[in-house]
């Protein structure tokens, strides 16, 4: 079975600190990526997304960057951390076939301080 | 360009009581249509789907939505909600030929079990 892990589950930073996200995913290959945001009280923002290796697409221009490095490896990335980037970073991932069913991580809490 | 519309940003209802959260959406062609749960400080979960075939799904939990393509809308209903339905609903809407585009997302729904 298909399983996606996200780390850290939280992280402390203070402002201007850099970023590094990951999540990978196991059990299935070709995936497409996601990279989703919520900040709180409100939904979820598609921040970027990848169709293969090296391949990312932004949804929103801001001060976060996305690298898939392997097919099933996603990372997020910030040189230098603002405050507004606070929230609830979600990864998720879904078959190349079949209906568009997304299937999520457990999320990361980012608190910048 | 397809876009969903949750109707109510929270929705507080008594346990043992029946709820029912709405979801429209706008497409010019054919979808698939998801609701989602997610729990405080966890992901998302897949509640139900509909893909095809009968207008009204069954999920996990005890949750059923239905399809209603002249009124474009999918709401999801359960006869008698648990204090542990207390959590965030999301809708999301795909196009049946979606090729690699994402999910696009409602503002979520925040239901609320009262004991």
């Known amino acids: 079975s298909q399983t996606i892990h996200q780390w850290p589950a939280t992280l402390v930073q203070p402002v201007g600190s850099p970023l590094s996200l990951e999540c990978t995913v196991e059990?299935?290959?070709?995936?497409?990526l996601y990279w989703y945001r919520q900040a709180a009280g409100r939904g979820l923002q598609l921040l970027f997304y990848s169709v293969g290796i090296g391949q990312i697409s932004s949804e929103v221009p801001q001060n976060l960057s996305a690298s898939r490095p392997q097919d099933r490896q996603f990372i997020l990335s910030s040189k230098k951390l603002l405050l507004s980037d606070s929230g609830f970073y979600l990864c998720a991932w879904r078959s190349r076939t079949g209906p568009n069913e997304q299937f999520f991580g457990p999320g990361t809490r980012l608190t910048v301080l | 360009a397809q876009s969903v519309t949750q109707l109510d940003s929270q929705v507080p209802v008594f346990e043992e009581a029946p709820v029912e959260l709405r979801c429209n959406y706008s497409s010019s062609v054919s979808v698939y249509l998801f609701w989602y749960v997610q729990y405080p400080n966890q992901g998302l979960q897949l509640l139900l789907k509909y893909l095809s075939g009968s207008t009204l799904v069954k999920g996990i939990n005890g949750f059923e939505a239905e399809f209603n393509k002249s009124q474009t809308s999918f709401h999801l209903r359960k006869p008698s909600v648990h204090i542990s339905d207390t959590a965030e609903y999301f809708c999301a809407v795909s196009l049946r030929q979606s090729g690699n585009t994402p999910l696009v997302f409602g503002k979520g729904t925040r239901l609320s079990v009262i004991a």
């Open positions: 059990g299935t290959s070709n995936p497409n």
